[in-house]
C-alpha cells in the first residue's frame, strides 16, 4: 500500500520556487515601500539649523503657507513667544508697561531691550529704557493663530536681531543669532587686536562690526577686515533704521554713513533717535533743541528749551508711547516756558501759548490723566489752569478754555478708555459730546 501518491509530491516540490520567489517579491516590495517612506517623510522634514546647531524642536511651531509645487508661494510664520527661550529672550503676555494677561498683546526681552508686539498691527515698540525707542514697520500685520500671536521672518529678524533663512525648495531653515555671527566673524577674522562691544553690534546684519583699539572706536568690514572708519572715535553707536553711524568726537556727536559721507557734522553736545519712523533725530546744542531728519537737514532749528514732554509714563493708559510725536502729526516743542505744536515737515503749527500739553490726574477715583483722545485725532492742551481740546491742525474745540478737568476711566473688563471732561460742574463724555457736534 502505498502511503503517498509519487506525482503529487512531484507536483508540490515544483510549485515551491515559485512560492519562495513570490515571497522574495513581496519582501522587496515591502523594502520598496519602507524605503519610499522613509525618502517621504524625509523629503517633508526641514533640516533646521540654530546657530550651526541642528534643531528639531523648531520644526513643530513653525506655520507654513503655500503649496509645495510652487515654492515661491510658500510663506513661513513663527508664533512670537514660542520661539523666545531658543534665541535668548523671555517672552510675557500683555504690554510691557500696564501689566495684564491681553493675548492681543506680547512682549520679549533681554538683558538690553524690550519688544511689543501688537495684533492687527504692522509695527512693533522697541525700547532699551528711559526715551531710547524705535517703532519699527513689518512686512505683514501680526495675527493670532491658536491663542499665539504670529509674525514673519522680517518680524522675528527685527524684534530678535537674528538672520533668518528659509529655502523651501531645499526644505532648509537657518537661524543665526547676532551673537553668534559676531563670534564667527571675530574668528574668521582673527581680530586679536581688537575687542568688540557686544552691546551695540546690530552693523553685524549689514556686514559690519563695531570695533575697539587702544579705547578707540572704529568700524570694519565683516568679510574683509578692512577699516570702514578708523579707530578714532571716543564712541560710536549703530542707528539700524537710516544704517548710519551717531560718533563722538572731543565731546561732540555726529552722523557719518558707512559709505564714510558725513551727515551730520560732529557739532552737537547730544544726537538720539527722536522717531525712526519718520526718520527725525533730537539734537541738543549749547542747553537748546532741534531736530534733524536723517538726511542731516535741519527741520527744528536746535533753538528751543525742550521738546517732546518730559512726562510720557503719565499717559501710558492713554495708550501713548512717543514723548516727541504725537497723533503721528505733532512735535510739541516748548520756548520761554510756554508749550507751541510743529508739524513733522518742522512747519510751526501754534503759537506758544500752552502752559501744559495733557492734562494732570484729576481728583476722581481709578482715573487717568489724558494726553490725546485719537479717535477724534485731539489733543488736551492747557492755558492758565484750564482746559481744551486742540485738533492736529492747531484749531481749537472750544471757543474758551472753560474745562475744569479733562480725564480717563477704563473699564476693568473690557479694558475699553472713556474720556470724561467737567465744566461749570457738569460732567460730559467727550467722544459723545464730539459726535453730537458733528466731528
Not at 119 to 133: H, P
Not at 137 to 157: A, H, N, R
Not at 310 to 328: A, H, K
Amino acid at each position: 500500500m502505498e502511503l503517498y501518491n509519487e506525482d503529487d509530491f512531484v507536483k508540490k516540490k515544483s510549485k515551491m520556487p515559485l512560492i519562495i520567489g513570490i515571497c522574495i517579491g513581496v519582501l522587496i516590495l515591502i523594502t520598496a515601500v519602507i524605503i519610499y517612506m522613509i525618502m517621504y517623510l524625509q523629503g517633508t522634514v526641514y533640516k533646521i539649523t540654530l546657530d550651526g546647531v541642528t534643531t528639531s524642536d523648531l520644526e513643530e511651531i513653525f506655520y507654513i503657507e503655500g503649496s509645495e509645487d510652487a515654492p515661491e508661494t510658500m510663506k513661513l510664520y513663527i508664533p512670537i513667544r514660542k520661539i523666545a527661550s531658543f534665541l535668548g529672550y523671555a517672552d510675557y503676555n500683555g504690554d510691557y508697561k500696564n501689566k495684564s494677561e491681553d493675548n492681543t498683546k506680547c512682549y520679549v526681552e533681554n538683558e538690553y531691550e524690550t519688544v511689543v508686539f501688537t495684533q492687527d498691527s504692522n509695527e512693533i515698540f522697541k525700547t532699551r529704557g528711559n526715551s531710547d525707542y524705535e517703532i519699527i514697520q513689518l512686512d505683514e500685520k501680526v495675527f493670532s493663530k491658536d491663542g499665539d500671536l504670529y509674525t514673519t521672518i522680517d518680524g522675528i529678524e527685527k524684534a530678535y536681531n537674528v538672520e533668518f533663512l528659509f529655502e523651501p525648495t531645499k526644505r532648509n531653515i537657518e537661524i543665526y543669532t547676532m551673537g553668534y555671527l559676531l563670534d564667527y566673524y571675530a574668528q574668521y577674522l582673527q581680530l586679536e587686536e581688537y575687542s568688540v562691544d557686544f552691546s551695540d553690534q546690530k552693523a553685524i546684519f549689514e556686514g559690519m562690526i563695531i570695533v575697539i583699539q587702544n579705547e578707540k572706536y572704529g568700524v570694519i568690514d565683516a568679510t574683509t577686515g578692512n577699516a570702514i572708519l578708523e579707530t578714532k572715535y571716543d564712541e560710536i553707536s549703530y542707528l539700524p533704521n537710516a544704517k548710519d553711524f551717531l560718533v563722538k568726537t572731543n565731546g561732540k556727536y555726529g552722523i557719518v554713513a558707512k559709505d564714510t559721507t558725513i551727515k551730520v557734522r560732529t557739532a552737537y553736545d547730544n544726537i538720539q533717535i527722536m522717531d525712526n519712523k519718520n526718520g527725525l533725530y533730537l539734537v541738543k546744542l549749547n542747553n537748546s533743541y532741534g531736530v534733524l531728519n536723517t538726511s542731516g537737514n535741519t527741520i527744528i532749528e536746535p533753538m528751543y528749551q525742550q521738546i517732546g514732554i518730559g512726562n510720557i509714563n503719565d499717559y501710558s493708559q492713554n495708550g501713548i508711547e512717543s514723548q516727541y510725536i504725537i497723533l503721528d502729526e505733532l512735535i510739541p516743542v516748548k520756548n520761554n516756558n510756554l508749550w507751541g505744536f510743529f508739524n513733522l515737515k518742522g512747519e510751526q503749527i501754534t503759537e506758544f501759548k500752552f502752559t501744559q500739553v495733557g492734562s494732570s490726574k484729576a481728583n476722581v477715583t481709578n482715573s487717568y490723566p489724558v494726553l490725546a483722545i485719537p479717535s477724534y485725532k485731539i489733543i488736551i492742551v492747557q492755558k492758565d489752569g484750564y482746559y481744551n481740546l486742540m485738533q492736529t491742525d492747531g484749531k481749537e474745540v472750544i471757543r474758551n478754555y472753560a474745562l475744569d478737568s479733562v480725564y480717563m476711566t477704563t473699564n476693568t473688563e473690557t479694558g475699553e478708555n472713556t474720556f470724561h471732561m467737567t465744566y461749570g460742574g457738569k460732567e460730559e463724555n467727550i467722544e459723545e459730546w464730539l459726535a453730537g457736534l458733528g466731528y
